[in-house]
């Protein structure tokens, strides 16, 4: 993943800019996750994307990467982050992950959820599956809840660490991480999904990333296919990515890309987001 190096810190005027785009993100993928089902091909929830975020005045910035042409990453079973929407029809029990983002006014978002599509014949692939889902999500939410009382970034990382090995033994990918988010969609600084020696830039108003732990069932270990592009386990075993895009400012955090805020998902840890004045 390459970075752009910007000024860490946006100002409240910037700030309120970039709710647009986290709000455009969140209904492409609202929208995406009702038509998870069997049956549906990747290449056709990649079109919902696009029609979403269009429709709501934005533009699908993944596809404003180069060589990349698609709205979304649709990532399925040892697929953890970067597949290539297309003809893969998506079968029961798959787990599915996507990540989507969209620019409004040059301003972005970027966003990714995970969901199982249900199997009744293979109930103990689900139930683990979609145990790995709920803890990757847990831990998500877990950083952005320390990310509301940090002193620097980095602590995220060790919540998020934290919150997974409290479930259980899992992998946690190393190689990708999360990111800063604002005129571009991968900014200056890292978000680590584990703990670090350093502790990382401080937190404080006008600090805005992006923070998605990719979780698997077995190794953290991968590989990229020949597309350049989709990144796999190593051992087969099946992943899971959730994201949002978070900004600190004066009066706490903002969860851009989740429709309350993040106020549900914070709730469990006793933390309040504020909006954005």
Sequence with gaps: M?????????????LRLMLRPGA??????????????AGVATI?????????????????????????HHTLCVSVNEEVVHGIPGDR????????????????????????????????????IVADRQRLADVTE????????????????NEV???????????????ILEEYIGHGIGRSMHE????????????????????????????????????????DWTVVTSDGSAGAHFEHSVAVHADGIWVLTAEDGGAAGLAPFGVTPTPIA
């Design 138 to 153: 847990h831990s998500l939410w877990a950083g952005i809840a320390a990310l509301s009382t940090a002193r620097h970034l």
């Design 157 to 171: 990382g060790a919540a998020v660490e934290d919150a997974i090995e409290s479930r259980g033994e899992f992998g």
């Design 2 to 14: 390459r970075f752009t190096s910007r000024g860490l810190y946006k100002t409240p005027a910037e």
């Design 44 to 68: 056709e929830l990649d079109r919902i994307a696009e029609e979403t975020i269009r429709s709501l005045g934005g533009e699908p910035n993944f596809a404003m990467v180069p060589g990349y």
């Design 24 to 37: 455009v993100t969140a209904a492409s993928l609202a929208a995406v996750r009702a038509a998870i089902r």
């Design 89 to 124: 029809v998506l079968q029961p029990g798959d787990i599915v992950s996507v990540d989507s983002g969209a620019d409004v006014g040059g301003w972005n978002g970027d966003s990714a959820i995970t969901v199982v599509i249900p199997d009744p014949s293979r109930p103990e």
């Design 188 to 227: 200056e600084p890292p978000v680590f999904n584990y703990r670090v020696r350093h502790n990382g830039p401080a937190v404080k108003p006008g600090l805005v990333v992006a923070i998605e732990p990719m979780v698997t069932l077995g190794s953290n270990e991968t590989r990229v296919l020949d597309d």
